[in-house]
């Protein structure tokens, strides 16, 4: 068998076969240089021993099953008609694919390299799935063009993954998968990203452009360090053992965060509008800069728990109380940052959701509306102020219809009222010096309202220029 294949392909392109079998073969010494397999070509569990494929032509199906690589195998600008499949197969040296084209996909399942995995310069109309296997050493994958869907699930990488300028038209996976080493992520045009379940064990550095990323699961022990443009990203009961980094472009999004502890998370200019932060742990730790937006309600940022319960009230999926202690850690991380502007939106949260909810007591609640609807909470200045100016023009109109024995003049009578509210005197000698009973009571009511109500338009402008 090993002097037929050398004979016969001693002559570039001089060996065609149709269907061939090769199962359970030894084969050793052969170059099958540019052999044409114009059938389905089996090799499964063929031992091979210093082979080489240069310029082969697979145009129907080829299975290398429980084949034994015994040293490095290349595989040299071949042209695969149909799907590429090696599966429980084991490499002792090398597995190279060095260009080539692929238009029925390239298959590994449940595989072993104990050498390197590369696939470089590889055009793949169709999947690429190294799923299931163990490497030893390097696996890249450079210079990938890929129509369909790079699938690494299930994989355990001991050393590092290197994914250099590779596109990927559908879905990239490492669910599941390990890897031992720091990644480098520079793929382009995938859509999708599912990492869920995937341990790293080395740090992950990597920029998502288009893409929308799922870690649920997922294990940064060494952290992180992810870069999104135009894409959207879910750390949902996600690990990370070190201090980690999420940058966006202020379109970007994070979706969630959901079981996950935050207090090692920086995020920077990402939009949060979206993001579900129920169950988070640690979420006074967390670190916000730059432009991270959150949805709107009037006039004020909010979670989307808030906007999910105004949606719909009768939801037991989230209540107001469990709302108001995510506003309540959040607050303090923006605190602790001294970010105190910041703050105050979700200040104002936490109360909003206090006051709506029927976990508070009733005489509590009922001093949150009059909080609410006097000052904002002493976060609306110009609440508190028209507050202040319908309480002058109240007290001005009282004293005008009963408080002095006698009528003084309306702008007199303002005068007063308006010195009764920063506690002065008045001076004026046309004003009428005996009060009722009734004009005692309003002076006494604007001595002590009209500094609340100053203090609080004070307290509102403190809130939202202190540094």
């Known amino acids: 068998m090993e002097q037929v294949f050398h004979a016969a392909t001693g002559a570039e392109g001089r060996a065609t076969f149709g269907k061939a079998d090769f199962e359970q073969a030894q084969i050793s010494g052969v170059n099958f240089r540019s052999v044409v397999f114009r059938g389905q070509v089996n090799f499964s569990e063929v031992q091979f021993r210093d082979v080489i494929f240069e310029w082969p032509r697979f145009l129907d199906v080829a299975v290398f099953n429980d084949a034994l690589f015994n040293d490095t195998v290349i595989f040299r600008q071949g ?3 149909g799907p590429f499949k090696v599966q429980d197969a084991i490499f002792k040296g090398d597995l190279i694919f060095d260009g080539g084209e692929s238009s029925g996909g390239i298959i590994f399942e449940e595989s072993k390299v104990f050498g390197e995995a590369a696939f470089v310069g590889l055009e793949v109309k169709g999947s690429v799935a190294l799923e299931g296997m163990e490497c030893s050493g390097l696996v890249e994958l450079t210079d990938v063009e890929i129509s369909g869907d790079l699938s690494l699930q299930d994989t355990a990488f001991g050393d590092r993954l290197v994914l250099d300028r590779v596109s990927v038209a559908g879905t990239t996976r490492l669910s599941g998968g390990k890897l031992q080493r720091d990644l480098d992520l520079n793929l382009a045009f995938a859509r999708n990203y599912a990492l869920a379940g995937t341990v790293f064990h080395g740090r992950v550095t990597g920029t998502f452009d288009k893409s929308v990323v799922d870690c649920m699961g997922a294990k940064f022990e060494e952290g992180f360090a992810i870069t999104l443009k135009r894409s959207e990203l879910s750390l949902e009961r996600v690990y990370t053992g070190k201090p980690s980094t999420l940058a966006g472009d202020f379109v970007s999004a994070l979706s969630s965060v959901r079981e996950t502890a935050v207090d090692d998370l920086l995020i920077v200019d990402v939009d949060l509008s979206g993001c579900s932060f129920l169950g988070a742990h640690r979420l006074d ?8 937006t959150f949805g709107s309600y009037g ?6 728990e808030e906007h999910v319960w105004r949606s719909d009230r009768s939801a037991t999926s989230v209540s107001p109380r469990r709302i108001a202690d995510l506003y309540r850690q959040l607050r303090k991380a923006q605190e602790d940052s001294k970010n105190e502007p910041g703050a105050a939106d979700f200040y104002y949260g936490e109360m909003e959701m206090r006051r709506h909810s029927p976990a508070t007591p009733w005489p509590e609640r009922f001093i949150l509306h009059l909080y609410w609807l006097v000052s904002g909470y002493g976060l609306r200045a110009l609440r ?3 507050t202040l100016a319908v309480l002058i023009a109240v007290a001005t109109v009282g004293f005008l219809l009963g408080g002095f024995k006698t009528t003084p003049a309306f702008g007199d009578t303002l005068i007063h009222v308006a010195q009764s509210t920063v506690s002065l005197e008045t001076k004026l000698s046309s004003l ?3 009060l009722t009973p009734f004009g005692e009571v309003l002076r006494l009511v604007m001595r002590v309202l009209g500094p609340l109500l100053l203090g609080l338009t004070l307290l509102a402008v403190r ?3 202190k540094r």
């Not at 730790?285 to 991270?292: H, Q």
């Open 463 to 465: 809130n939202r220029v």
């Open 299 to 304: 006039n004020r940022r909010v979670l989307a």
């Open 384 to 386: 508190a102020l028209a």
């Open 285 to 292: 730790k967390l670190r916000l800069e730059g432009d991270c």
């Open 79 to 81: 042209l695969f008609g």
């Open 432 to 434: 009428p010096k005996e």
